[in-house]
């Protein structure tokens, strides 16, 4: 921590920490806030996040077909958690030999092709923020089942909305419900 010389200053509702990027001059911010309450709202993005997530382990993110459901998460992160703007970045990413449109280029901050992507295209949003990550997210999902246990029941629908919209799907006029969840942890 000490070559790292971290710095942190209060403004409002969040926490801003100062550091220099290891193995370089260069320094970064990251916001986290004071305090998240588990309400409907942070409930449901939740849902989503336990369902869709992306971005790796100190990154906070999801990815989906529909635009949608990332612009309401990239909401979330901004209005909820008070990630700066500016840190949040929106990716199309796209099988080798599918075009995308000039609809669905115009959404992204940058585009990329990805071998791996699950049909011919898929929005991610991700915020780069280890704390928000480790101190939020992760403790969280631990405690999940205890915290929507010990919730209000529009908690834990809210909950299981945002779940179930991470993993449901639509085609055509019926509605098919998938639900996938790893019981490893």
Known sequence: LQGLRPSISQENMVLKVSYRVPG????????????????????KEFGKWMGDRAGGPHKVG????????IKDFKCFLSDYLFQPNDQI??????????????????????????????????FSVIVSNKLLRNLIFDKLEK???EILYNSRKEVRL???????????SVDGNSISWAFGYSLKN
Not at 62 to 69: A, D, L, M, P
């Open 89 to 122: 970045k929106v990716s199309l990413s796209c099988k080798p030999g599918f075009i995308p449109s000039e609809d669905l280029k115009s959404h992204a901050d940058d585009i990329e092709t990805c071998k791996t992507q699950y049909g011919n295209f898929g």
């Open 62 to 69: 999801v990815s989906n077909t529909e635009f949608n459901f």
């Open 143 to 145: 405690y999940w089942f």
């Open 24 to 43: 370089t001059n260069r320094r970064t911010t990251i916001t986290i806030p004071k305090k998240v309450v588990f309400d409907e709202r942070f409930a």
């Open 158 to 168: 809210a909950f299981y909305s945002g779940l179930f919209e991470a993993e449901g």
